[in-house]
């Protein structure tokens, strides 16, 4: 999966995942949105030449006890404006947690039909690694007129979920702890997992020992598929708030699964309703 990102002089294909390198190589570029998402303190202290910063509480809503929802309409529209997003322009996010917030706007994006996107791989951790150069202070972007509408893509209702469990076509992939899976971790009313979900920690896509960088692709098929998680089925990723699935979401897009999608709310939302079964 690829997308274009255009200047008068050249038109250059940009990955999903990007590595530092290569995207210092286009720092610069009229419509390249570099998009921060780590803590407020550490943007303050250093981040990519040009970033903008997005506080990850911008892209969510909550309806307690459950968390983790999408945004309203026209809240990220006006978080999306302010960033300077607008159609044309590629944005590249970042954070300083292994992708866990950039993954979450990344697919936020995607069910809002905006998919001119790209993650860093290995986030700011990779860039200072490569002793790439840093940027102090806040940037202030101009803003745009765009809007963005809600489309649904990528997204799995509870309901939804309930109706798909025991088909063969479809995989339920918690990407939550062992221990939450198993239900000795109990973070909601009830602990467990969705009836028949395959269990695959959503950091095990990364490599701790290469600044958080992505493993692999060779190497992530070969485990996915050994999990039953195969490009032919529809897989419906969650963990507690659908912020580590996101990670997984993003994994599975990145390795060429077109059937992936999300749960906002997951955890939070199905642990807490007694409708809904539960497997310990």
Partial sequence: MRARIMDAESATALPLLIDAEALHALIGQKDLLLVDMTAPEQYRCGH?????????????????PAAGLLPETASFNRRMRGLGLRRGRHLVAYDEMGGLKACRLLWTLHVFGFDSVSLLNGGLEAWQAAGLPL??????????EIELEYLGAGVRTAEEIRDRIGRDDVVILDARTAGEYVGHDVRATRGGHVPGAVHFEWSRALDPLSH?????????RDELAAAGITPDKEVIAYCQTHRRSCVSWFTLRMLG???VYGYPGAWSDWGN???LPVEP
């Fill in 48 to 64: 990519l030449p040009g970033a903008v910063h997005l506080d990850y509480v911008d892209i969510t809503s909550e309806r307690p």
């Fill in 273 to 275: 309703r007694s409708d």
């Fill in 212 to 220: 958080q960088r992505f493993r692999s692709a060779s190497m992530l």
């Fill in 135 to 144: 940027q102090t202070g806040y940037v202030h972007p101009s803003a745009s």
């Fill in 257 to 259: 699964f077109d059937q």
